[in-house]
T-cell receptor, first 108, second 115 residues
Framework: GQSLEQPSEVTAVEGAIVQINCTYQ??????LSWYQQHDGGAPTFLSYNALDGLEETGRFSSFLSRSDSYGYLLLQELQMKDSASYFCAVRGFQKLVFGTGTRLLVSP | DTAVSQTPKYLVTQMGNDKSIKCEQNLGHDTMYWYKQDSKKFLKIMFS???????INETVPNRFSPKSPDKAHLNLHINSLELGDSAVYFC??????????????FGPGTRLTVT
């Protein structure tokens, strides 16, 4: 089976940097994806790590350590529009298994 | 152009009824999925199809029956609706099959409310 753990909620102010952690236990692992979902909206793909290390995409970066079964999403220069839920998802054989999600609240 | 579209966006119905949700993608992807997102926002895969072939069925009650007439369409029919079926249902698509679809494109969701 697979299980993923994320903090349920994180708060930060505009302009700050925030890190959302994800730890996983899985019987089959090909990589870790991150998705963003605004209230009432659909999940949208942010980033993917298949190998250890940091992947940078604009203000967002994602990190993976396969040996530690751990990854994180780093959001820099936070903006109000970044207030959303963020999901890590383990890529297994033929499917993604999503974590429980982290609600990020950005205040002025 | 909408990449993944679903209809209807909202569905309110009574227990015991049968309803369908339709999904279409114009991305040329080979694989399509149905997810259920409950009130706690837990997103769980239900089914996956690759080129009209069912490849994942995650122990979903057989009241739920997916159908894929072609690789661009995946519909979900639900019989004898129950209160616990109330949720948001998302359709998604991705390239490839064994890749696990690490980059999936989601439709806008269908909010199903069973009363």
């Amino acid at each position: 089976g697979q299980s993923l753990e994320q903090p349920s909620e994180v708060t930060a102010v505009e302009g700050a940097i925030v890190q959302i952690n994800c730890t996983y236990q899985t019987s089959g692992f090909y990589g870790l994806s991150w998705y963003q979902q605004h209230d009432g909206g659909a999940p949208t793909f942010l980033s993917y790590n298949a190998l250890d290390g940091l992947e940078e995409t604009g203000r967002f970066s994602s990190f993976l350590s396969r040996s530690d079964s751990y990854g994180y999403l780093l959001l820099q220069e936070l903006q109000m529009k970044d207030s959303a839920s963020y999901f890590c998802a383990v890529r297994g054989f033929q499917k993604l298994v999503f974590g429980t999600g982290t609600r990020l609240l950005v205040s002025p | 152009d909408t990449a993944v579209s679903q209809t209807p966006k909202y569905l309110v119905t009574q227990m015991g009824n049968d309803k369908s949700i339709k999904c279409e993608q114009n991305l040329g992807h080979d694989t399509m999925y149905w997810y259920k997102q409950d009130s706690k926002k837990f997103l769980k895969i239900m089914f996956s199809y690759n080129n009209k072939e069912l490849i994942i069925n995650e122990t979903v009650p057989n009241r739920f029956s997916p159908k894929s007439p072609d690789k661009a369409h995946l519909n979900l029919h639900i019989n004898s609706l129950e209160l616990g079926d109330s949720a948001v249902y998302f359709c998604a698509s991705s390239r490839g099959r064994t890749s696990g679809g690490y980059e999936q494109y989601f439709g806008p969701g269908t909010r199903l409310t069973v009363t």
